[in-house]
């Protein structure tokens, strides 16, 4: 980089100029996938120009990373949301460039350090959202290997059932679109039997493979005795700012009660499902007594973040490297579908 550029870059680094759209709190962008890999020459510019490793150095803020189900490639195109299965070769080559430029900490160590105020520079904690049989059967090897331990979301009533999410299914996929996306999470209050029934049948869907399939409870408390942390992503994965008060017990409350009931943890952190919150929900999360919500708003952690609605990084499935590097660096253009 020649001279005038490099403390040109610094300075813009060092402002914060490169400006990117912050996320609408609490709601979800639907983006469609063909828009979520934006201006990957531009992310190649920054990575080749070293803007993003300048500004992973100088941000004082760390990263919570949020993936989804981590899959074994067949060669053969899998049903399912696109952005959620990310190959395990993918994965493992995101977690060993992340260990050698971040200090990649357990979910609990870094909400200690959130509540002493010290400092989150270049910290980074691993999140995984729906507990899908997957991450246990292909991302907890890399884990292990790596010792990077993670926090797996589970929600209470999905182990040990036979049938893919609804995001998953043919009959989703074939409706998807930023409006039918928004109906389902509104309207339909993101229920599983209310967008499923508005949606025409298809009659030839393949069974899942295992690794698509939520992992049943004996998987999930093996993994806890081998030292994985656990966390409630509801009961239900509802769309919580639509729920009534008492349906908001049973998502917030009711969930970690099942969960603590099947693998003898009481989990101490929630994730907003589809990372949608309002202030009653965050309030709700507060006063059952967990120590942190995460939502899927895009940002990275500083000191003083909100402890109930902490920003998380979603790494969607095709992300190429360049965009994987520049967003945990907080630099983002767009925003992801989330689950
Ligand atoms: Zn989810």
Same mark, same amino acid.
């Given at each position: 980089?020649?001279?005038?550029?490099?403390?040109?870059?610094?300075?813009?680094?060092?402002?914060?100029?490169?400006?990117?759209?912050?996320?609408?709190?609490?709601?979800?962008?639907?983006?469609?996938?063909?828009?979520?890999?934006?201006?990957?020459?531009?992310?190649?510019?920054?990575?080749?120009?070293?803007?993003?490793?300048?500004?992973?150095?100088?941000?004082?803020?760390?990263?919570?990373?949020?993936?989804?189900?981590?899959?074994?490639?067949?060669?053969?195109?899998?049903?399912?949301?696109?952005?959620?299965?990310?190959?395990?070769?993918?994965?493992?080559?995101?977690?060993?460039?992340?260990?050698?430029?971040?200090?990649?900490?357990?979910?609990?160590?870094?909400? =200690? %350090? @959130? *509540?002493?105020?010290? /400092?989150?520079?270049?910290? !980074?904690?691993?999140?995984?959202?729906? +507990?899908?049989? #997957?991450?246990?059967?292909?991302?907890?090897?890399?884990?292990?290997?790596?010792?990077?331990?993670?926090?797996?979301?589970?929600?209470?009533?999905?182990?040990?059932?036979?049938?893919?999410?609804?995001? =998953? %299914? @043919? *009959?989703?996929?074939? /409706?998807?679109?930023?409006? !039918?996306?928004?109906?389902?999470?509104? +309207?339909?209050? #993101?229920?599983?039997?209310?967008?499923?029934?508005?949606?025409?049948?298809?009659?030839?869907?393949?069974?899942?493979?295992?690794?698509?399939?939520?992992?049943?409870?004996?998987?999930?408390?093996?993994?806890?005795?081998?030292?994985?942390?656990?966390?409630?992503?509801?009961?239900?994965?509802?769309?919580?700012?639509?729920?009534?008060?008492?349906?908001?017990?049973?998502?917030?409350?009711?969930?970690?009660?099942?969960?603590?009931?099947?693998?003898?943890?009481?989990?101490?952190?929630?994730?907003?499902?589809?990372?949608?919150?309002?202030?009653?929900?965050?309030?709700?999360?507060?006063?059952?007594?967990?120590?942190?919500?995460?939502?899927?708003?895009?940002?990275?952690?500083?000191?003083?973040?909100?402890?109930?609605?902490?920003?998380?990084?979603?790494?969607?499935?095709?992300?190429?490297?360049?965009?994987?590097?520049?967003?945990?660096?907080?630099?983002?253009?767009?925003?992801?579908?989330?689950?």
């Amino acid at each position: 980089m020649q001279g005038s550029l490099r403390h040109a870059t610094k300075r813009a680094a060092a402002r914060s100029v490169v400006r990117l759209p912050a996320a609408r709190r609490g709601t979800a962008l639907a983006s469609p996938w063909s828009e979520t890999m934006l201006s990957p020459l531009l992310y190649r510019t920054l990575h080749a120009t070293g803007l993003t490793a300048l500004v992973r150095h100088l941000r004082s803020a760390g990263v919570f990373l949020c993936y989804h189900n981590v899959v074994f490639p067949t060669g053969a195109v899998q049903t399912g949301d696109r952005g959620v299965h990310i190959p395990v070769d993918r994965f493992r080559d995101q977690m060993r460039w992340l260990v050698s430029h971040y200090d990649v900490i357990p979910v609990s160590e870094f909400l =200690d %350090r @959130l *509540a002493a105020r010290k /400092a989150t520079r270049r910290m !980074a904690s691993v999140t995984f959202d729906d +507990a899908y049989t #997957g991450v246990f059967e292909h991302a907890w090897p890399v884990l292990h290997e790596l010792r990077i331990s993670a926090t797996v979301f589970v929600i209470a009533t999905a182990p040990g059932r036979r049938e893919r999410f609804w995001w =998953d %299914r @043919l *009959a989703v996929q074939r /409706a998807q679109s930023d409006r !039918a996306r928004e109906q389902w999470l509104t +309207a339909l209050r #993101g229920d599983e039997a209310a967008i499923l029934g508005s949606l025409p049948a298809v009659a030839d869907e393949k069974p899942a493979a295992a690794a698509y399939l939520p992992a049943d409870w004996e998987v999930i408390a093996r993994a806890v005795g081998a030292g994985l942390d656990l966390g409630v992503h509801s009961a239900t994965h509802r769309s919580l700012p639509t729920l009534d008060d008492a349906e908001l017990t049973y998502e917030i409350e009711t969930s970690r009660e099942i969960i603590a009931r099947h693998t003898g943890v009481t989990p101490e952190v929630f994730a907003f499902p589809y990372g949608r919150w309002d202030g009653r929900v965050r309030r709700r999360v507060k006063q059952a007594g967990y120590r942190a919500a995460l939502t899927l708003d895009y940002g990275l952690v500083s000191p003083d973040a909100d402890p109930w609605a902490l920003p998380r990084v979603n790494v969607p499935a095709g992300i190429p490297d360049s965009a994987y590097r520049a967003w945990a660096a907080g630099l983002s253009l767009r925003h992801v579908w989330r689950t």
